[in-house]
């Protein structure tokens, strides 16, 4: 009976024996077994949906940027504020955040926490715009930002804690489809949400804002509701599985920073370095469309949203190719040369931009499916959240810095040498890239292993545990 | 390891800098000597100064002339000897009813010829923001009318400005920059020039606008005598780091018969700043109209210098006009600055400046070398491991 639950525990995806852990004569149907295919499924569309709100009320104030700046009377750097409001603290908070996921309170009790961050950071915004005080706006922002970062990070760890040798990269793609779908649904409803409110309230104006804002907040009461289901089950699957959570006897240390093995390093780098040459360039990319290539203000909204247009379908489609085929560095290295190519076809050609950003779009989506799973195959499983919160920190940092400095480049050299700096950018990361492949080489790392070699490991353990 | 890589970036940057230098240094100092008299014989200050520069190279000489008598003119005469001269008739000059007043001697040595004249300022109201010239256009001020100061020199350059006689609100000033070297504006366009060119800056200050969404126009003629500069071409580059956001150069050339060699130019950026000293925000786009043919002798009514030196002008015109729909209008900051370059041969052509190649090469070579040596490294452990087993066998 031991050795059946020790083997449960290793090889979840054995079908014999079930019955022994809810005693004989009580076979659970598939989609109640935490073990099987069918049950991962349900767990991975609640793990989705948990992220769904965050994301959608981040780009809020973008969605609404002419009806905040007019009901509240502000101009375009304060506007900006609720976003630095957001950005700025996380370069620090995110790492504490999962931080705490490792050491405080556990995987499930910190997702529910930092969802109810989320949603009451919503609630002040909204209420904020309600009663048209900006700075209780920027509290709420703040608010939402310790939250929504650090859920982030909650989200990643379960999916290593439910996926990892099984459809990891998939499930990362399919996150990264999930954030890109709630930005993009909010863009396109918010606008007509809040002309259906200022029709009800009678006028537009900081109240209807206000009332917008908190239908958006719904969203992040769904995302709560989704981290309990998501706690309930993990729960569950503990006690059945007799899985422990997260706690091998071993605590994290804040100092694990510094004993964190070279691969996750060159992992930090290769994050930082590919995607400052991203989020700033789209942000910054309208007007070089319009410039450069003589696009009319819609087409060049139009060919800056490729990239994210492209990443929702893509990204699950990449994750199972890669899921499929393993060898992650591999493909990190095509997304990182092919995003090489998109920025230098930007930079020295006039060729159409629909063909870079296309490009741009299919290798952003492959590098996320690729790069965020190896962290679970370089670092212990107590310390995930501490490198997926430190990942997310550094990521954070990087792209502050890079998007001030970007726009320093620009307002003195122009879009040529801005270009440049991205692709030096892409440099550094495709340098880490190379290095990680010789390191992953010579230490016999697990990170560049085919898929079927990875299976075949992971046989051979769970024979010897046996 | 980011800095570690600007620092490396910065050091090869420098190197090829100092490569560069080098290279100039030991070409050459200099590729013309310069030479400014102002009103060259004359015995009391003319009605409207007068400026010679005269660029000597090795076996040929540039004359620029720039003169103030009617409106602004610059003049560009290109000999083949290092001897030529301008002699000046100040009688039939100050005149201005017959040709003759100005000469380049050796008559015969004179290879090429060109002038540019700044013939008008137009405005007009762009009620519709619409930035279409064609409607309510205001009475034009014709710069032959403006009191113009005497020339302001110093070192190579000269600075002129004028206003209407009407109001002494504001100036349209023209500022000469001659060149001894190949080099770079200091301030944004910051063209390339060689020292067969040189440069006109031309900016209005203050002048007050006639409606609170005016535009302005700028009427720009050619003269030459055998072939006036004919066709403008418009050429993108994807080179924006001296003129950021700015991807196409455009140049008025004279060239015979579709032939590839190019007499003379007038070269410029579409683009004018609405600051003295500015940022990006302050770049406002223009556009030119083609060039028409125009009547030599009305040019040669309007600016003493085309009468004096051309017998039979034969000019083409055109307009720059500043600004496009949706852009902030001129009362904004009630400045506009635009900048152009005259010369001689073909014009310069941009390249990739070595910090853009640097970076460049550092960023592609080090992943080369770093898969190079791991290469290696690889290799050989290999081989190393393979030995390490023959004994066992």
């Known amino acids: 009976m031991a050795d059946y639950d020790e083997r449960q525990s290793l090889l979840g995806d054995e079908s014999d024996g079930r019955e022994a852990d809810r005693g004989p004569g009580r076979p659970m149907p598939a989609i109640c077994d935490p073990s099987h295919l069918l049950h991962r499924v349900v767990v991975l569309v609640f793990m989705c949906f948990l992220g769904f709100g965050s994301y959608f009320c981040y780009d809020n104030p973008a969605a609404l940027q002419t009806q905040v700046i007019r009901d509240l009377n502000l101009n375009t750097k304060e506007f900006m504020q609720l976003y630095a409001w957001y950005s700025w603290p996380n370069v620090v908070l995110c790492f504490f955040g999962g931080f705490m996921i490792d050491r405080v309170f556990g995987i499930r009790l910190g997702t529910v926490i930092f969802s109810l961050f989320v949603c009451v950071g919503q609630v002040i915004f909204a209420t904020g715009a309600w009663w048209n005080k900006f700075w209780l706006m920027e509290v709420g922002r703040f608010v939402f930002g310790i939250g929504g970062e650090s859920l982030a990070v909650a989200q990643n760890t379960y999916a290593v804690n439910w996926f990892k040798g099984k459809e990891l990269n998939l499930v990362f793609g399919l996150q990264l489809s999930m954030a890109r779908l709630g930005s993009t649904v909010n863009m396109n409803i918010m606008g007509s949400v809040y002309s259906k409110v200022a029709d009800l309230v009678g006028s537009p104006g900081h109240s209807a804002l206000g009332a917008s804002l908190m239908i958006a907040a719904m969203t992040c009461l769904f995302s709560l509701i989704c981290a309990l289901v998501l706690g309930f089950l993990d729960k569950r699957a503990e006690k059945i599985l007799h899985k422990e959570e997260g706690k091998t006897g071993e605590v994290v240390k804040l100092t694990d920073v510094k004993d964190f093995p070279l691969p996750l390093w060159l992992i930090f780098i290769i994050c930082v370095g590919y995607y400052v040459a991203i989020f700033p360039f789209i942000g910054l990319g309208q007007v070089f469309f319009i410039e450069k290539f003589n696009f009319s203000p819609a087409q060049a909204r139009a060919v800056n949203s490729i990239v994210y247009i492209i990443s929702a379908p893509a990204s699950p489609v990449l994750g199972f190719m890669v899921d499929k085929t393993g060898r992650n560095v591999i493909w990190v290295i095509i997304a990182v040369v092919t995003t090489l190519c998109a920025h230098m076809m930007l930079a020295f050609t006039f060729w159409n931009p629909w063909i870079a950003m296309s490009l741009l779009g299919l290798s952003y989506s492959l590098l996320a499916c690729a790069l965020w799973p190896m962290v679970a195959f370089v670092v212990p499983e107590h310390q995930l959240g501490t490198a997926y919160g430190f990942m997310q920190s550094i990521q954070n940092l990087g792209l502050a810095l890079i998007a001030m400095a970007a726009g320093a480049i620009l307002d003195s050299r122009g879009y040529l040498l801005l270009e440049v700096f991205f692709c030096a950018c892409v440099c550094i990361a495709l340098m880490a890239v190379v290095t990680l492949y010789f390191v992953d080489y010579l230490r016999g790392g697990d990170l560049n292993r085919s898929a079927a070699a990875r299976a075949k490991l992971q046989k051979e353990a769970a024979s010897e545990a046996e | ?393």
């Open chain 2, 1 to 393: 390891m980011a800095a570690v890589e600007t620092e490396r970036i910065g050091r090869v940057c420098a190197a090829i800098c100092l490569l560069s230098v080098c290279s100039l240094c030991t070409g050459h100092t200099r590729d013309r000597q310069v030479l400014i008299e102002l009103n060259p014989g004359s015995p009391s200050p003319p009605p409207g100064d007068l400026l010679h520069a005269r660029a000597v190279g090795d076996n040929d000489t540039l004359h620029f002339l720039f003169c103030s008598q009617g409106a602004p003119t610059l003049l560009l005469v290109h000999t083949n000897t290092s001897f030529s001269t301008v002699k000046v008739n100040w009688a039939q000059f100050n005149d201005r009813n017959h040709s003759g007043g100005l000469t380049v001697e050796p008559e015969s040595s004179v290879l090429y010829s060109t002038a540019v004249v700044f013939n008008r300022l137009l405005e007009y109201d762009d009620i519709n923001d619409t930035a279409d010239p064609t409607s309510d256009l205001f009475p034009p001020y014709d710069l032959q009318d403006f009191r113009w100061s005497r020339l302001n020199l110093s070192g190579l350059t000269a600075l002129l400005c004028g206003n209407t006689a009407a109001s002494s609100n504001g100036s349209l000033c023209l500022q000469l920059s001659l060149f001894e070297t190949e080099g770079r504006g200091q301030h944004w366009p910051r063209l390339l020039h060689t020292a067969n060119s040189s440069q006109l800056r031309v900016w209005l200050d203050g002048v007050l606008p006639r409606a609170t969404r005016s535009r302005f126009l700028l009427e720009l003629q050619s003269v030459g005598g055998a072939s006036p500069l004919n066709r403008v071409e418009v050429h993108r580059s994807i080179d924006d780091e001296f003129t950021p956001s700015i991807f196409k150069v455009s140049q008025w050339i004279s060239a015979l018969n579709d032939s590839s060699d190019v007499l003379g130019f007038v070269q410029w950026k579409p683009v004018a700043y609405r600051q003295a000293d500015p940022a990006l925000e302050d770049a406002a786009p223009c556009r030119h109209s083609e060039p028409r043919p125009q009547s030599g002798e009305a040019v040669a009514a309007v600016s003493g210098l085309i009468r004096a030196f051309y017998k039979e002008p034969e000019a083409t015109g055109l307009n720059v006009s500043f600004g496009l729909a949706g852009e902030p209008f001129y009362n904004s900051t009630k400045f506009l600055s635009w900048t152009l370059l005259v010369g001689v041969g073909s014009p310069p052509v941009d390249s990739f400046s070595p910090l853009v190649i640097g970076m460049m090469a550092v960023g592609l070579g080090t992943p080369m070398i770093l898969l190079l040596l791991g290469g290696i490294c690889v290799c050989t452990r290999k081989r190393a491991v393979a030995t390490a087993y023959e004994p066992i066998n």
